[in-house]
């Protein structure tokens, strides 16, 4: 449970960065924004002026100044001040009219922001880097982003007030876009940070599973060696009926140790898998498991329904634990000691897979638990370490490339959980080589 408490800091902590870098790249891009249309305002208003300014029909008595000028140097030899005077006043004007033109010019090309000029009867007068169709809603749509610019065209005679609306430039549209990107790249980076991490820690939490039980099928082959050799000592020594019945049941259990060290050891390693009938391992299993029931003081019917001719790849030694696993949480999951209780078995196949339902008429698993009972370091039980059915999915899911899952379960009413695993094609050889060595 301390692994899970601290994933969910990691997600915390995760979840809260995230957030952090979201409001501040909001906040920044939103800086930023505000900079760049303050510009575009600014260079905007200045466009307006240039059109105001160009619009002004004092200007074009300028290119009238000049022509008479040039015209008057061409019959006289002799330029008087005045004519000199006025030449100059025409080049001052018409240099700071070429000013504001490439001014306008270049006001278009920096900045690319869509503008519409309409006249005081809201009449389209002109319009440039508008990719919609310009119409009343676009202009509406323009007058809600920003307010217009008014300018004025004429003199004071007759003059005509026209109303500039604008628009936001394409790299004020992408930078509105640029968090959400950014963000989304962020969500994916820490993604696959945290999937790396979840990775590794379970990697390492599975190496160390894995040294753990090598370690214990590694010192109990020691003392089993002895206790064999004690038991055949006592063999030797006492030849009375009660004793070799003892010894006898003592060598069972020493043998079954031996088998629980072996299975130990090959959690790590890739399994042999063999093609074989899976009846009699259901059966030896069921077997042991119905000679603990006087044990446990319960009153359990243990039934079969076992198809004989089902066959499956599978390694013995590890298919038997997964089975004493599920059938010993059937068992555990029984309250009452009733005439009612009982764990089925039952083995079947459909198709090309075989199924193997461990159902019991216990408690049931409420459904907010189902998705976390597989989970290393659950358990309901006062004792154990809640590894029972997270090793049992492995065995069957990593080791035998089948299927454990909940098949059903209700409250008060019991829990089926289902084995799936690939058919094997019966083999009619093979068949006969097990039945003539089990009549002999």
């Known amino acids: 449970m301390k692994i899970q408490l601290t994933s969910n800091r990691i997600n915390i902590v995760l ?36 059109i105001e300014y160009t619009g002004n029909p004092t200007q074009e008595d300028i290119s009238q100044k000049l022509l008479a000028a040039s015209d008057y140097l061409r019959s006289n030899t002799s330029v008087p001040d ?21 001014e306008i010019v270049l006001s278009e090309d ?14 389209i007068i002109f319009n440039n880097h508008v990719d919609d169709p310009v119409d009343q809603e676009l202009i509406d749509q323009f007058a809600a982003m920003h307010d217009p610019i008014e300018i004025t065209i004429g003199n004071e005679e007759y003059s005509q007030t026209q109303y500039v609306y604008y628009g936001e430039s394409p790299t004020v549209r992408y930078l509105r876009y640029f968090p959400y ?46 206790l064999y050799g004690w038991v055949e000592l006592l063999r030797e020594e006492k030849e009375d009926d009660f004793t070799q019945r003892i010894c006898n049941e003592l060598e069972n259990d020493i043998t079954r140790l031996r088998g629980v060290a072996e299975r130990f050891n090959k959690i790590g390693s890739e399994p042999e898998l063999n093609p074989q009938r899976l009846k009699p391992i259901i059966e030896e299993v069921m077997d ?20 004989s001719n089902v066959r499956a790849k599978v ?3 590890l298919f038997q634990w997964a089975l004493e696993n599920l059938i ?28 193997i339902d461990i ?9 907010k638990y189902q998705g976390e009972i597989f989970k290393p370091g659950y358990s309901t039980k006062k004792r154990g370490w809640g590894l029972g059915l997270s090793l049992t999915k492995r065995i069957i899911e990593e080791y035998h490339k089948g299927k454990l899952l909940i098949h059903k379960s209700e409250l008060g009413e019991g829990t089926t959980m289902r084995i799936i695993l690939r058919a094997e094609e019966k083999q009619k050889s093979q068949d006969k080589e097990e039945i003539q060595s089990a009549k002999v």
């Open 181 to 226: 990107i950014q963000l989304s790249l962020l969500a994916v980076l820490l993604g696959i940070g945290y999937i790396s991490y979840r990775t590794i820690a379970k990697s390492e939490q599975s190496n160390l599973w894995v040294g753990m039980t090598k370690e214990a099928a590694h010192q109990l082959g020691t003392p089993l060696s002895s």
């Open 110 to 123: 920096r900045f690319q922001v869509p503008r519409i000029i309409v006249d005081e009867r809201g009449e």
């Open 288 to 307: 042991y498991m119905e000679q603990r029931l006087p044990q446990l003081g319960k009153n359990v019917d243990v039934l079969r329904t076992v198809d």
């Open 82 to 102: 005045r004519i000199i005077s006025m030449i100059e006043e025409a080049e001052a004007d018409r240099a700071s009219q070429t000013f504001v033109t490439q």
């Open 315 to 317: 390694n013995a030694d």
């Open 328 to 355: 010993k949480n059937a068992m555990d999951a029984i309250k009452s000691s009733t005439t009612s209780s009982y764990v089925s078995v039952r083995l079947e196949r459909v198709e090309d897979e075989v199924f």
């Open 359 to 367: 159902k019991d008429s216990g408690v049931g698993i409420e459904k």
């Open 15 to 50: 979840v809260g960065l995230l957030i952090l870098l979201a409001i501040g790249s909001f906040a920044y891009n939103q800086y930023l924004i505000n900079r760049i249309l303050v510009q575009e305002r600014s260079g905007i208003e200045l466009w307006a002026k240039a």
